[in-house]
């Protein structure tokens, strides 16, 4: 099955600088690629997502990348506030269902 | 705009009691999916269903979960015999489309085994 492979676990930057997650995934047949925002006690909410036949999504302060080479798509969030403070996950998917990796911890210090 | 609703927000039972989950899926969409996230831990996925069949499963899915859609509404997830291991969060989800369109999740229900 899918394995998901999420860096870093934890995340600390300063208001106002750039945050990187990375997430490889194993099963080349995954098409689709979301990435959601959960803060503490609440569901996990879409930020934004990517398919296959796309290298790069962009949506305000926040963007993402897909190397379908590599296997490997990265969350880019510019210019931090703190609201952006929360867990991330990456997720694949094959069609039917997501395969999450295990989380990033975002702390957004002002 | 629409969103997943699940009831109970909590339930507590006892090891070895059934329970049954419930969740309202978005009134258009066709696919639903039931995810667990035990504290502190990834979401992981225990099954789909579409068209009132189940389309995938996990290995966690054993034959003590079952799913249902008894009605046109709700979507349930039903524990026959509940462990202790399975006290979580669990998360339904609702896609308008197969799994490569957006998965919208619910609020979710924590369950704990006691």
């Known amino acids: 099955g899918e394995n998901v492979e999420q860096h870093p676990s934890t995340l600390s930057v300063q208001e106002g600088d750039s945050a990187v997650i990375k997430c490889t995934y194993s099963d080349s047949a995954s098409n689709y690629f979301p990435w959601y925002k959960q803060e503490l006690g609440k569901r996990p909410q879409l930020i934004i997502d990517i398919r296959s036949n796309v290298g790069e999504k962009k949506d305000q302060r926040i963007a993402v990348t897909l190397n379908k080479t590599a296997k490997h798509f990265s969350l880019h969030i510019t210019e931090t506030q703190p609201e952006d403070s929360a867990v991330y996950f990456c997720?694949?998917?094959?069609?039917?269902?997501?395969?999450f990796g295990a989380g990033t911890t975002v702390t957004v210090r002002a | 705009e629409p969103e997943v609703t699940q009831t109970p927000s909590h339930q507590v039972t006892q090891m070895g009691q059934e329970v049954i989950l419930r969740c309202v899926p978005i009134?258009?969409?066709?696919?639903f999916y039931w995810y667990r996230q035990i504290l502190g831990q990834k979401v992981e996925f225990l099954v789909s269903?579409?068209?009132?069949?189940?389309?995938?499963k996990s290995e966690i899915f054993d034959d003590q979960f079952s799913v249902e859609r008894p009605d046109g509404s709700n979507f349930t997830l039903k524990i026959r015999s509940t462990k202790l291991e399975d006290s979580a969060m669990y998360f339904c989800?609702?896609?308008?489309?197969?799994?490569?369109?957006?998965?919208?999740f619910g609020p979710g229900t924590r369950l704990t085994v006691t």
């Open positions: 269903f579409y068209n009132n069949e189940i389309s995938e």
């Open positions: 009134s258009n969409h066709l696919y």
């Open positions: 989800a609702s896609s308008s489309l197969t799994g490569s369109y957006e998965q919208y």
């Open positions: 997720a694949a998917s094959n069609d039917y269902k997501l395969s």
